[in-house]
């Protein structure tokens, strides 16, 4: 019979470069218990706050009823409704089922010869290209802490001329941000690139003053012509499983891919979150949830440094990318924590662009950190 572990590293195995859901470890291995799930990357205050606006509005009124059993709207209709909030025509929102979504739909659809992505990052901006298009790679260097260096860069970029470049930010594993002034100085320097993805699927957890306000792109793009971005809802509001997303997108793209499908990407319990996404009542209360998790996992992460045998990234968002030292291995450490600890942290061997023994670890609550903290100091000095 196989053991707990040996049943977890197969499932991993056929997961290819992303992560089991718990539900998927637990529907295989039932006898596991799991006690903090620190691998996705969410705001869990986010989702209680979600969750009570939920209760209160659709459940205990009845409306979930109408919810469940009409259809939801068609995108068009979201795309008019987040125009206001955003400060975008609706004609450049793309709504989409999860940021996942948005990402195929630019790099099927308007990725031509070139792409460059910088690595280590998010698998899926390089596995998602077709196989007429040259995927470059732009190292972070490990000794730069995975920072990027912007002139460098830039001068990578011009020599390689794509039609494509990939800017996450923060940057994910690592959490590492770029400026907003450097962002604007990569977008100016690079007129001639036709396409600047920006994906801010962590913006929210993002800061660059004592109040903790985030700065977004999002504001400067009439000035240009060739930016791309994507936002997902699932890590800054903790609905994962809602699948919420959109992409800003430049004029005529939206028309072109509704026409062609694309037409009903939601789901009503989706709507309805998108509906409160742009209501000022659920924005203030969330705002204040943001910024206590942005708090609390600034101190998780001063915490995880004082534990031995691991180095920590530093990080501008609600993770950390974590190297271990003490000898163990990735696959090892990770492993142990879920079925010794029940924490469930993202073993990055994955990933390209990782010369090393790396995890990843997501901030949670300030009782799950604790335990993240207790169980990840056991497990590498043990």
């Known amino acids: 019979m196989k053991s707990i572990e040996e049943k977890y590293l197969e499932l991993k195995s056929k997961s290819g470069t992303h992560s089991p859901s718990i539900q998927t470890i637990l529907g295989v291995i039932p006898e596991l ?23 209160r509005e659709l459940l205990d009124t009845g409306e979930i009823n109408r919810i469940l059993e009409f259809y939801p709207s068609q995108s068009f209709e979201i795309a008019k409704l987040l125009s206001k909030h955003v400060g975008v025509n609706e004609d450049r ?131 240009y012509h060739n930016v791309i971005v994507i936002k997902s809802m699932s890590k800054d509001f903790g609905i994962a499983g809602l699948r919420c997303g959109y992409g800003i997108f430049p004029k005529g793209w939206v028309k072109d891919l509704t026409t062609n499908g694309f037409l009903w990407n939601l789901n009503g319990l989706a709507e309805y979150f998108f509906r409160l996404y742009v209501r000022k009542d659920f924005n203030e209360k969330y705002e204040v949830v943001r910024k206590k998790y942005i708090t609390e996992s600034l101190f998780f992460i001063s915490e995880l440094q004082r534990v031995k045998g691991v180095k920590v990234y530093p990080s501008r968002a609600n993770f950390v990318l974590i190297e271990i030292t003490s000898g163990k291995t990735a696959v ?40 993240i903290i207790k169980s990840i100091d056991e497990v590498v000095n043990s």
């Not at 218990?33 to 209760?55: G, Q």
């Not at 630019?106 to 899926?124: A, D, G, M, Q, R």
């Not at 039609?163 to 007129?191: C, M």
């Not at 079925?339 to 790396?358: A, H, S, T």
């Open 332 to 371: 090892e450490v990770a492993t142990e924590l879920l079925v010794k600890y029940g924490v469930y942290v993202r073993n990055c061997e994955d990933k390209i662009g990782l010369n090393g023994e790396f995890i990843r670890v997501a901030a949670r609550s300030k009782d799950e950190n604790e335990i």
């Open 93 to 223: 929102i793309f709504i989409t089922n999860g940021a996942i979504e948005a990402m195929q739909a630019v790099i099927h659809n308007y990725v031509e010869n070139k792409i460059i992505v910088n690595i280590p990052t998010f698998s899926s901006y390089y596995e998602f290209t077709r196989r007429d298009t040259e995927v470059v790679y732009y190292s972070l260097q490990k000794e730069n802490n995975f920072s990027l260096n912007i002139n460098d860069y830039l001068k990578f970029v011009k020599a390689e001329q794509p039609d494509t470049i990939v800017l996450i930010n923060p940057n994910n594993p690592d959490g590492g941000y770029i400026k907003h002034v450097d962002l604007i100085r990569i977008i100016e320097s690079l007129p001639e690139i036709k396409n600047i993805i920006i994906d801010e699927s962590f913006i929210h957890f993002a800061y660059e003053d004592s109040e903790l306000e985030l700065k977004s792109i999002v504001p400067y793009l009439e000035n």
């Open 33 to 55: 218990k799991i006690e903090v799930d620190a691998c996705f990357l969410s705001n869990p205050y986010a989702t209680e706050l979600f969750l009570s606006y939920l209760k």
